[in-house]
């Protein structure tokens, strides 16, 4: 099972109309940012893609991702490198991958990797 978790109620609908009908794998789930409405240790994998440097409260959102993942769970984030390029947020709210890594040990999770070989984005994988 994947749970698609977003804030944006139009996301949810884009997802519910384009993904159900050929994957039956996938639940949309709306979310408020900081609460993720799944069980305590109970999921492997959380992938966050170009989110993280929107995050009002980056360490209380990946403490639910802790909570929700079970012992030996992995979370990616992918998110854009913080340098000057034509697409994108702005550089201003763009995140360093080591200030990330500080957050995710701040919040629990240990044998944190950056890879940086990707040309506009960056990835971090965690354990729990």
């Known amino acids: 099972m994947i749970f698609a978790c977003d804030i944006s109620a139009e996301m949810i609908s884009w997802m519910e109309e384009n993904l159900l009908k050929t994957y039956s794998n996938i639940l949309p789930m709306k979310i408020d940012g900081t609460s993720l409405p799944i069980e305590d240790n109970s999921t492997d994998l959380v992938f966050m893609i170009t989110l993280h440097h ?75």
């Open 54 to 128: 929107e995050l009002d409260q980056p360490i209380k959102s990946l403490m639910e991702c802790f909570r929700v993942l079970k012992e030996g769970g992995k979370i990616c984030i992918v998110d854009w490198k913080k340098e000057e390029m034509t697409k994108g947020p702005n550089i201003d709210i763009r995140c360093e991958p080591e200030d990330i890594k500080g957050q995710l040990r701040s919040s629990g999770f240990k044998n944190i990797s950056i890879n940086n070989e990707l040309n506009e984005f960056f990835l971090i994988i965690a354990e729990k």
